[in-house]
């Protein structure tokens, strides 16, 4: 499967709006960012971003230094066109996250809600923490943010690998300390409920 394509089809052909992951401001994602990074001139990733309002708000909260990363080139014009010239101040990847070259020890705080439980190869996994070990400074925030146990075991037509906060903390190891977790009830724009486990832990190695 071209997992490129398959996004671009998802984002080409559903609102915003529609799609189950949707929320009109991500709150608890934003609520821990700003605990994370206090000071707005700190940098932050957020990978999967798509056509998630995270980066207008971030924007309107005063970040200064702000990436967005997702596989879908279809996601990423579509908000680029919504910020207008404000998505000038931000940095855009059109890249696959496990195999992106981006830069070292890089980003303050790294922030996924939604990406790595569809990781379901270990060697993906392992990857992307090797990504996260690169690009995030030592001291860095990592915010992740995964379907839990009670969550849908697919999404998007695609298979996903649910956890609680003690398994996804294990993915990412020792070089990581967990500084706290929680469980979201999201409630889709279809009217279901989709359960998420959020883990905020920071870098230490």
């Known amino acids: 499967m071209n997992t490129r394509h398959h996004w671009d089809q998802i984002y080409q052909r559903k609102a915003a709006d529609a799609v189950s992951w949707f929320r009109?401001?991500?709150?608890?994602?934003?609520?821990?960012?700003?605990?994370a990074a206090p000071d707005r001139a700190m940098s932050v990733m957020d990978v999967g971003g798509g056509e998630s309002t995270l980066v207008d708000d971030l924007l309107a909260a005063g970040y200064r230094d702000v990436?967005?990363?997702d596989i879908s080139r279809a996601a990423i014009d579509a908000t680029r066109q919504r910020l207008g010239p404000a998505g000038?101040?931000?940095?855009?990847?059109v890249e696959d996250v496990t195999r992106v070259a981006l830069p070292a020890a890089?980003?303050?705080?790294?922030?996924?809600?939604?990406v790595f439980h569809f990781l379901?190869?270990?060697g993906q996994r392992q990857a992307?923490?090797?990504q996260v070990m690169r690009a995030v400074k030592p001291?860095?925030?990592?915010?992740?943010a995964t379907f839990g146990p009670e969550g849908p075991a697919q999404c998007s037509g695609l298979d996903v690998v649910r956890y609680d906060a003690q398994g996804l903390h294990g993915e990412f190891g020792e070089a990581f300390r967990l500084v706290e977790s929680a469980t979201e009830v999201h409630q889709t724009p279809s009217g279901t409920t989709q359960q998420f486990i959020y883990c905020y832990c920071v870098k230490v190695s």
């Open 24 to 35: 009109p401001h991500l709150e608890r994602s934003l609520s821990l960012i700003e605990k």
């Open 67 to 69: 990436s967005v990363l």
């Open 88 to 93: 000038n101040a931000v940095t855009w990847w």
């Open 106 to 114: 890089r980003y303050d705080v790294w922030h996924d809600r939604a």
């Open 120 to 122: 379901t190869d270990a």
């Open 128 to 130: 992307y923490v090797r």
């Open 139 to 144: 001291g860095g925030h990592v915010i992740v």
